[in-house]
């Protein structure tokens, strides 16, 4: 099991929302994720948090950042990949 972060942007009919491949372990960890997301997008207008029962985890959020689960890159905010 894992959780998707999902926006609706001002530019999508209402109800529809765009994801990404980005799976977390923890619905609260995808929560922050996609809440820091939507802060740095301009048209977001809605978030959310789905679960999904057959897809892996394969990020997690630490300390603000974004962590790949299988080669322990982190992604920093702006943009700079670290080992």
Not at 9 to 23: M, P, W
Request: charged letters at 35%; a negative charge; proline letters at 2%.
């Amino acid at each position: 099991m894992s959780w998707s972060p999902q926006v609706r942007s001002d530019s999508c009919k209402k109800g529809v929302f765009a994801g990404n491949g980005l799976r977390f372990e923890t619905k609260e960890e995808c929560d922050d994720y996609v809440q820091d997301l939507a802060r740095r997008w301009t048209s977001v207008v809605e978030t959310r948090s789905v679960e999904f029962e057959e897809d892996p985890v394969t990020h997690r959020w630490v300390a603000w950042q974004l962590q790949d689960v299988h080669d322990g890159n982190i992604l920093t905010k702006d943009g700079q990949l670290r080992r």
